[in-house]
C-alpha cells in the first residue's frame, strides 16, 4: 500500500509568505494615509458636511522601499489643506530602518556595487551606488562631529584601536593590513 507524501516547496512558501506581509505593510500604510487625509479634511470620501475643510483631488502613486519589499502608496490630493502626513517624510524614498542596514553594510566593509548586489536579494529593488555614497556622506558628518567633540571629566587611562584588515599589494605580494 502508498502511502501519500506530501511535499512542500519551500522556496514558493517563503515568496507567498514574504508577499503576503509585503502586501499587509502597503494596505496599512494606505488606510492610514486615507485615515490622515479624512482627519485633515474633516470628512470622509464623498462625504457631505458643514465642518468639511477641504476637498479630495485623487491621488498620486508613490513607491517605498521598506525591510518587506517595495510597496506602492496611494498619496492622497486634497484642495484647500496642505496634505504633509507624518507617516512618511517628504521626498522619502526608503525607510530609515533600510537607509540605516545601506549605512551599516557600507561601514562594516562591504563596497558600494556588492551592497547594491544585497539590497536586490532583501527587498527586490536595487539602490545605486550613487545614493549609498550620498547616504554615507551623511553618516560621516556625524561621524566626524562625534570624533571632535570636547572630552570631559579628566584622565582617560585606555586607548581603544580598532581597526579593518584589507588585502594590499605590497612589491608584488599580497598580504593582509590593518588599517
Known amino acids: 500500500m502508498s502511502e501519500k507524501i506530501v511535499q512542500l516547496n519551500e522556496e514558493v512558501i517563503k515568496g507567498q509568505l514574504k508577499e503576503l506581509v ?20 474633516q470628512a470622509a470620501r464623498y462625504e457631505r458636511n458643514e465642518a468639511r475643510q477641504g476637498y479630495r483631488s485623487g491621488h498620486y502613486d508613490r513607491n517605498l522601499t521598506t ?5 506602492t502608496l496611494h498619496m492622497p490630493r486634497l484642495k484647500g489643506v496642505s496634505f504633509e502626513t507624518a ?4 521626498y522619502r524614498r526608503r525607510e530609515s530602518s533600510v537607509e540605516e542596514a545601506l549605512i551599516e553594510m557600507y561601514l562594516a566593509g562591504v563596497s ?16 545605486s551606488p550613487a545614493t549609498i555614497s550620498e547616504l554615507n556622506k551623511k553618516a560621516y558628518v556625524h561621524i566626524e562631529d562625534w570624533r571632535n567633540r570636547p572630552l570631559q571629566g579628566g584622565k582617560y587611562p585606555y586607548v581603544y584601536v580598532d581597526g579593518i584588515y584589507l588585502r594590499r599589494n605590497w612589491g608584488g605580494e599580497y598580504e593582509n593590513v590593518a588599517i
Request: aromatic share 2%; no cysteine; proline share 0%.
Open 87 to 90: 507617516i512618511i517624510e517628504r
Open 67 to 71: 525591510t518587506s519589499g517595495d510597496v
Open 112 to 127: 558600494v556595487r556588492r551592497v547594491e548586489d544585497i539590497t536586490e536579494a532583501l527587498w527586490g529593488s536595487k539602490v
Open 22 to 41: 509585503r502586501g499587509s505593510v502597503e494596505e496599512t500604510l494606505n488606510e492610514m494615509l486615507e485615515a490622515e487625509a479624512e482627519k485633515l479634511t
